[in-house]
């Protein structure tokens, strides 16, 4: 893999300031961990993403698509190939009646707000997850009993070999923090989701009062990625992690929050490397006491 000449030929189809080499992936993880990727592009595009992946193909060169890296663990190697971030550039949306159309790297932040001055309803959860929402349709993600399979209705998403196709909500198979897009290895470009017209003053209502349990519950004051791993069926893995004695245990810089059991935080210096030993000392700690196999719900991704 020629990194030269995979760097020029990106240089050639996307403007070079949306063009990082040796990119360290601290910089761009919620976790603030990992090594260098060999390059980043910051597409603005479904075009600049269909070029990047073309690219790559053409050269045999791994590539991975990410949207705010919040649910997402680089090692310390960092990553050989070709990192396509989607929440630099790609954050057009629009508004019409109950419908919201967004490019895959708007933050579900901003588009909670949005659709809030619209008088919709039904993305009031989502106000505090702080991914995009390219990243939540890959993750099916959710909270407070909402998740965004309740709101969309379509994607357009490319596949490896680079065809454009839009899936509907049902082809999406979005099931619990799983899809068909994370599945066949699918890009999301843009999305379409049909809300419901409320009230505003109750929409902010419940976003504050979201955003209040999050305080209360959340270490948001320390780096994570969320939630470390899947709800087990029957189980709360923070409940199981807690149960087992590990609150406060750690590895290094990273530790198991004292405030919520299920979050791995990053205590200031952690390495990917202190995060896998410390994912790996609970799985093994919670299947010898509990006799329950925890799934981490957080990408890995790089060389060690
Ligand atoms: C403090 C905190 C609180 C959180 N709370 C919640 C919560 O309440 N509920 C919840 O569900 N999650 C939560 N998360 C986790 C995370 O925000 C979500 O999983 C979010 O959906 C990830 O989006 P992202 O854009 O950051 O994706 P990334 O972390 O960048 O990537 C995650 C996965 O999505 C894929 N992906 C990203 N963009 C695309 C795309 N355009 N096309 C195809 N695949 C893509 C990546 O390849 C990767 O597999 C929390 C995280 C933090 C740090």
């Not at 760097?7 to 993880?29: A, C």
């Not at 910051?42 to 949207?67: F, H, T, W």
């Not at 068909?180 to 290895?185: K, S, T, Y």
Request: proline share 4%; glycine share 12%; with cysteine.
């Amino acid at each position: 893999m020629d990194i030269g000449l995979i760097h020029h030929q990106l240089k050639e189809q996307i403007p070079h300031q949306y063009i990082r080499l040796g990119e360290s992936m601290k910089e761009h993880t919620s976790f603030r961990i990992g090594g260098p990727a060999d390059i980043m592009v910051l597409p603005d595009s479904a075009r600049q993403i269909v070029a990047a992946v073309e690219i790559c193909r053409k050269n045999n060169c791994p590539y991975y698509i990410m949207g705010n890296g919040t649910n997402l663990l680089v090692l310390d190697g960092g990553y050989r190939g070709v990192i396509i971030k989607t929440a630099a550039n790609m954050k057009d949306c629009k508004v019409e009646g109950e419908w919201v159309y967004g490019q895959s790297g708007i933050l579900l932040s901003t588009l909670s707000k949005l659709v809030t001055e619209a008088g919709l309803e039904g993305l009031e959860y989502a106000s505090g997850i702080p991914g995009t929402l390219g990243g939540a349709v890959a993750m099916n993600a959710g909270a407070y009993g909402g998740e965004i399979k309740d709101s969309l209705e379509w994607a357009r998403v490319m596949n490896p070999d680079g065809d454009i196709k839009t899936y509907t909500k049902q082809q999406l198979e979005l099931g619990y923090r799983t899809s068909i897009i994370q599945r066949e290895g699918l890009v999301v470009l843009d999305c379409g989701l049909k809300l419901r017209r409320g009230n505003r003053e109750a929409i902010e209502a419940k976003i504050n009062e979201y955003t209040r349990m999050r305080k209360e519950k959340q270490p948001l004051d320390l780096p994570s990625a969320g939630s470390t791993f899947k709800r087990p069926k029957g189980y709360y893995a923070g409940k199981l992690i807690e149960d087992a004695g590990l609150k406060g245990a750690r590895v290094g810089g990273a530790m198991v929050s004292e405030k919520h059991c299920g979050f791995i935080v990053n205590t200031g210096n952690a390495t990917a490397g202190d995060v896998v030993a410390l994912i790996n000392h609970i799985k093994k700690q919670v299947k010898e006491k509990f006799g329950v196999e925890l799934q981490p719900e957080v990408k890995v991704i790089g060389e060690p």
